[in-house]
């Protein structure tokens, strides 16, 4: 089985501009959940998705959010951003999602200039 | 206070040593338990998951979780240099369909 896949890989933006991440989930798994990991902060719960519904959200502002397809593959978006945002987005899939263990693709490194 | 408290390390080591890794934690109601590895440039890799107080071992990998003293520990037997690594503990509470993670130990084993 093909494991997530995240695109891109890098991304370079500048403040005030808007990105788009991608997740493609394990295939038959239905629960996306998204994270942001940083050297000071560790792994922060961003959001979880499961057919097309958030179920949860962490404590992050309204500039960050996200949306899930019929097919389970997931996007996250990131508007006006901030030095601040200069980090590595990981995404992880499960089957339901419910206290299943959750299974990491290798993240997009996002760099704010 | 963090809810989840785990040692940054570095945590330095010679090949062939047990390794004991350690996260305490304050939250009473989280009931799943998971140990994850990373490798710099990779994402998290799942390592041991388990469900409640208890021990669970596979292959050189033994999980252990202390409800009572809100504690859990990862230990490594017989450890490489390919061990070298993060590794990062991760709970969660019944239908919360969100995971709290340690902010990782940095293990480096020593050829």
């Known amino acids: 089985k093909a494991g997530v896949t995240q695109t891109p890989r890098y991304l370079i933006k500048t403040r005030g501009q808007q990105v788009t991440l991608s997740c493609s989930p394990i295939?038959?798994?239905?629960?996306v959940s998204w994270y942001q990991q940083t050297p000071g902060q560790g792994l922060q719960f961003l959001f979880e998705y499961f057919s097309e519904t958030q179920r949860n959200k962490g404590n992050f502002p309204g500039r960050f959010s996200g949306r899930q397809f019929s097919n389970s593959r997931s996007e996250m978006n990131v508007s006006t951003l901030e030095l601040g945002d200069s980090a590595l987005y990981l995404c992880?899939?499960?089957?339901?999602?419910?206290?299943?263990?959750?299974?990491f693709g290798d993240g997009t490194r996002l760099s704010i200039l | 206070q963090k809810e989840v408290e785990q040692d940054p390390g570095p945590l330095s080591v010679p090949e062939g040593a047990i390794v004991s890794l350690n996260c305490t934690y304050s939250n009473s109601a989280f009931q799943y338990f998971m140990w994850y590895r990373q490798y710099s440039r990779k994402g998290p890799e799942l390592l041991m998951y388990?469900?409640?107080?208890g021990n669970k071992e596979d292959g050189r990998f033994t999980a252990q979780v202390d409800k009572s003293s809100k504690y859990i520990s990862l230990f490594i037997r017989d450890s490489q240099p390919s061990d070298s690594a993060t590794y990062l503990c991760?709970?969660?509470?019944?239908?919360?369909?969100?995971?709290?993670f340690g902010t990782g130990t940095r293990l480096k084993v020593l050829a």
């Open positions: 991760a709970m969660s509470a019944i239908g919360t369909y969100k995971y709290i």
């Open positions: 295939s038959g798994h239905r629960s």
């Open positions: 388990t469900y409640s107080s």
């Open positions: 992880a899939s499960s089957e339901t999602g419910s206290n299943q263990p959750q299974h």
